[in-house]
């Protein structure tokens, strides 16, 4: 038994480079600019961190990541993800380098009536890749839960209209940032109506009669974020899912478009 | 190194004894009868099985839970319960045995008007506990998804109300067979609307106007079926709550009752 | 139509009282103390809010809870649960009310041999009571992962010891705060080795080693987690339970033991 | 109101077609061929059926989803696959299909010593697109539990080695129907050790020493399993991935693959 042997650092000879090998599911707390970076929020990151592996390595150094990510504080704070990102790509002696982040965002929201407000939760991911040759990747997913009332149920019944709590994914790339409260809000904006946390009486009747003016389809959803992704300026690339948890089934409704410019 | 030594088997001094102990989250083929009894569906079980150790023993067996439960064959039946936990109590030489058994179970049901047929899935749990003084208990568990639609919005709004798909746990104890299939019937007459697997526009209208007809808090969807529960001649204890995944908001409501008679 | 009817106060003839109403299933930011109150750390925290709701009320006001905690600020601060309890007695009219919270907690935690920090991620629960009668109960629960190391496999082997990622969940109450650091200490101090998020070699050896000294089944965690619970001078109740993800099985190895003192 | 008006059959003038639209967490009861097609078993999957929907409709037809599937019986055959695609196309009148299923899967095994038998559930997925020209393509993937031995911490330390469940995710396109059974074959022949449903102390020894002798990093695992689908004469286009719920962390290693012939 040699003593504390370097095992990853041993030669391979299989030939068979490995696109990404790192750490998975490690949860860290995290800050994140909102109100278009004026502030920040706390939040806990569910993390995962990896790199290109060239084919002559026996394996990567697993600390290595984690150490580079405590590297830089307690707290992860999102717009240190490039100097993260170069510091995998050195630590780790790698060509390429990739940090995946899912997180809960909040927006504080005013009930539409009322103006009573209230915190919302939304998923986000961020998918943010470098090169050491300078190319960079990244991806701005937020899960985006609305209501959507059916068109058809309304069209065809004599009164009242199934509706549900249904979920809009909707991935972009961009030439410039679009903040993740904008890329909400459009989201939102296409829905039967958004959803809200608290909701008095004249606000309740309020949400009720916008989405029963305001029917949609997963069809429609899809293709009115779509279309907003695909006039916004700043956005290159997107992918919109929509996924209704239909209250008249057990399964849901679903719908996908992805699109480029 | 002993050869094979009994680890197990060995005296424990810290006088505790073990409430349950066994294994967990083994899934396995298993057989559910259907239709009174007179028929078999076949699903997918995830069981845990365990016994009471006493103070004195260090570790029970392990493999000999998943030997008993391979001695009644490549599928569980449900009817062989009782003989399961007969053979756990003997095999491993405890005084208590618990199996705890949770399945999807399909029922095949008629659309309200065209009366095309479709599967409905339910998620259905057992607990099944006995002493080797004899005494035996029983739990059953449906967890039954129905539409929902709020009479405080039905009653506040010019046109439409807010519902969604919402999910009834009934938990019963009973002094003589309750079927899945009656107890599944029990809580769905309790909703706004039961759910269905095909439903074509006619049957669509049938069912959205049923719901705007019957508005159900999850107060109300709880008192019904708590009622319906305390009713019935062979149900002796009882468990109910309900949870809507409410359309205007990204959490859920809430109710429970329990009941004994 | 009435114009913007109170349902939830009319009355209700089923003379069924309702256990627990209210929301579940809400994220919320939250800071929760640590290092024995001297400081606080950030994180999202799943609420459930509920109160009794007496037989003759048809629904209570969903909305209120969302206002309670909303009326706290947009961050919850722990230490303010009681506060917050009496405010839900009070808005909702009830007899009783109940918060439960569950959220990831973090530790900082140094590797053994070279002292290099990381922080490692723990799920928290508390479960606080109140009744208009000036009772009150909280019950603290921390979900420790740790690595179990056979006894069996080691005693048999030629070499090694099959170990894994288990998980022991310990619930308790007390008649003094109980801090979360010291719950999971007394937990970590009982498996055959506690986590670390950063390993450099010397540190992956000295963990190694340690487990092979130290090999425990799921019912020697229960019972040393839960003797020490019984000599705590603070703790008055605990329940605990640890969860083998057995690396040789695809099934988990499983114990329970409740005590009162 | 018109009469049960046909809202999806209305165009629609937005110009972007839907990619994938249709239902999804459908389950369903299924058989799927076992020991090489010569005989069934019975479990349950959970569906997602879609359709390429042109830019000029309003929406699919939901329900005619449910028809196509009911169509076959209330039981799905996977041998009748390409059927059910068929149907798709015609009955949704798409020039592009999708089925995926996810869905546990069984094997008896024998225990290495003793050879007393268990069965061991394995998570399965087939995704399968047809299109109108005749196109077809098929992914199946196999998600199978493993053992797995760190070959650093083997080689540091005294004594003992940490190990713990792996899961190792391998998806591949082939020419000619490679069997579940062979495919998860391949893949536990590269881990330390299988996994199994029982085994007695002589088996438990073989495989703690077995693991021992074996050591893998999840790199060497994705390699080992590229290089045998790489080899293997049917199969076209692989990807591999590892997953490690390390024993002496509370986070995950992982590496990926993907490969074409």
Redesign the interface.
């Known amino acids: 038994?040699?003593?504390?042997?370097?095992?990853?650092n041993e030669p391979?000879h299989?030939r068979?480079?490995?696109?990404?090998?790192?750490?998975?599911?490690?949860?860290?707390?995290m800050q994140v600019r909102d109100l278009h970076g004026t502030t920040h929020?706390?939040?806990?990151g569910t993390f995962?961190l990896?790199v290109h592996?060239p084919h002559h390595f026996?394996?990567?150094h697993?600390?290595r990541f984690?150490?580079v990510l405590?590297a830089h504080g307690?707290v992860f704070q999102v717009n240190s993800m490039d100097v993260v990102l170069k510091h995998l790509l050195e630590r780790l002696d790698s060509e390429q380098a990739q940090i995946d982040i899912e997180f809960?965002f909040?927006l504080?929201k005013a009930a539409p009536v009322t103006g009573?407000?209230?915190?919302?939760?939304y998923q986000v991911k961020f998918e943010a890749g470098a090169k050491r040759s300078g190319e960079f990747d990244f991806i701005l997913t937020v899960i985006v839960?609305v209501?959507t009332?059916?068109?058809?149920?309304?069209?065809?019944?004599?009164?009242?209209?199934?509706?549900?709590?249904g979920q809009v994914t909707c991935a972009v790339r961009f030439n410039e940032t679009v903040w993740i409260e904008d890329l909400i809000r459009l989201v939102e904006d296409c829905a039967s109506?958004e959803?809200?946390?608290?909701?008095?009486?004249?606000d309740?009747?309020a949400?009720?009669?916008r989405?029963?003016e305001n029917p949609v389809?997963?069809?429609?959803l899809?293709?009115?974020v779509?279309?907003k992704c695909q006039e916004h300026p700043l956005i290159t690339w997107f992918r919109v899912e929509a996924?209704n948890?239909?209250?008249?089934?057990?399964?849901?409704?679903?719908?996908?478009?992805?699109?480029r410019k």
């Open positions: 038994m040699a003593t504390l042997k370097d095992t990853q391979d299989r068979i480079a490995i696109d990404r090998v790192g750490v998975k599911a490690l949860r860290y707390p929020q706390s939040t806990v995962a990896t592996l026996k394996g990567t697993m600390s984690i150490e405590n307690p809960p909040f504080e009573m407000k209230g915190m919302l939760d839960p209501t009332l059916c068109p058809c149920s309304k069209a065809i019944s004599k009164y009242g209209a199934h509706n549900q709590r109506s959803l809200y946390s608290v909701l008095k009486r004249p309740e009747k949400v009720t009669e989405a029963y389809f997963v069809e429609d899809v293709r009115a779509a279309a996924e948890f239909e209250s008249i089934h057990n399964h849901n409704a679903y719908a996908l478009v992805e699109g």
